[in-house]
Every structure is written in C-alpha cells, then in structure tokens.
C-alpha cells in the first residue's frame, strides 16, 4: 500500500469512527470508557493523526456493536451483489503489518462477510473475547503460509487449505510462526440481521 492510500484509509478511519460515535450518540469519554481506549487516542484517530493497530480498532468496534467489515462498509457504498476487487476497501495495521482486505459487497442483506488476510511472517494479533457478540462466528481457511490460532486457551495449527471454526465471543490469536506470509480467508457469520 502506497503512502497516500495509508493517509486516505486513515481519512476513511477517522470519517467512520467519529460518524459512529456520533450516530449512538456517544462522548469521547463513553467511547473510551465502552472500548479501554484512551479518550486521547480516540480524538487522534478521529482527526486522523494516528493509525489505529488491529487489537485498537477491534476494541473500538465491540464497543460500538459492529464488525470490522461493517466499520469499513461505507455508508455511501452503494448495495449491489458485486464488489469488484479494485474497489474492496484494503486496510493494514501500522503494527504488524496485517492487511485486510474486505472482500463482500457492502451494504447487502447477508449476515456473511468475507474478508482477505495477508499476516506477514512473526505477526501476532489478539482478539479479546466478546461477549457482546454471542452467536457470531467465524471460520479461518489458510490459503498459504502457516497460522497457529489459539481460541479459548487450546492452540491450532493451521496448513494450507484447513480451516477453523470459532465463535466471536471468544478471544483468539492469530499468530503466523512461519517465514512466510500466511494467506487466509475469514468469513464472519454475523448471526443476526
């Protein structure tokens, strides 16, 4: 991703973080306290002068009830069955170097989301658990690479082509322990419309 699409998607960010606070009608102090994120991280991120790491924006997300997928999904996208792949909104953590690429069409009636990961080789990313999230799940399917996911304190490893079942509520780690990139495919089941 070049310099200037990393100041867009920190723009992008910044726009979607304070639109979803303002739409719950939330402060920066509610947010923070909801989230565990600093107020003061909160406002830097809604001015676009950080960029948030993955662990951070799942935290923001969980404390506004949406996904990643739906935080990325424009409002202004327009709904149609076809995302073409030069528009699928791509973001990467400024820590690890993860890069997510959001692969459905926004703004559909599906509970799936189907979303791209490149981990690069060492990554670790942790998702506490949410129970905010009861009865959405996810499934991870290893393109390429290795991954060792831990889910609820038991550890997986995954090779190519295998594919893990979890549940949202849990917490879980991605943590890519090859010299290589790990490719993999999420797909979020949302649970409820």
């Excluded at 406002?43 to 935080?71: H, K, N, W, Y």
């Excluded at 490893?157 to 991605?174: N, Q």
């Amino acid at each position: 991703m070049m310099e200037n699409e990393t100041d867009h998607i920190d723009i992008v960010i910044a726009e979607r973080l304070k639109a979803l606070r303002g739409g719950r009608g939330l402060t920066l102090d509610e947010l923070s306290n909801r989230s565990g994120v600093s107020r003061a991280m909160i406002s830097r991120i809604e001015r676009g002068e950080a960029s948030p790491t993955a662990q951070l924006l799942s935290r923001l997300c969980a404390a506004l009830d949406v996904t990643l997928s739906t935080f990325f999904a424009s409002e202004r996208d327009e709904k149609g069955p076809l995302a073409r792949r030069a528009e699928q909104p791509i973001w990467r953590d400024p820590e690890t170097g993860y890069e997510r690429r959001a692969i459905s069409p926004p703004q559909t009636a599906s509970r799936i989301d189907v979303v791209e990961v490149e981990l690069p080789a060492g990554a670790r990313v942790a998702y506490p658990p949410e129970t905010g999230k009861a009865g959405m799940s996810q499934h991870v399917w290893l393109f390429s690479g290795v991954l060792e996911m831990t889910v609820a304190n038991v550890t997986y490893r995954l090779e190519p082509g295998d594919c893990l079942y979890m549940s949202i509520s849990e917490g879980h780690i991605f943590h890519n322990t090859g010299d290589a990139a790990a490719h993999y495919a999420v797909v979020l089941d949302r649970g409820r419309n």
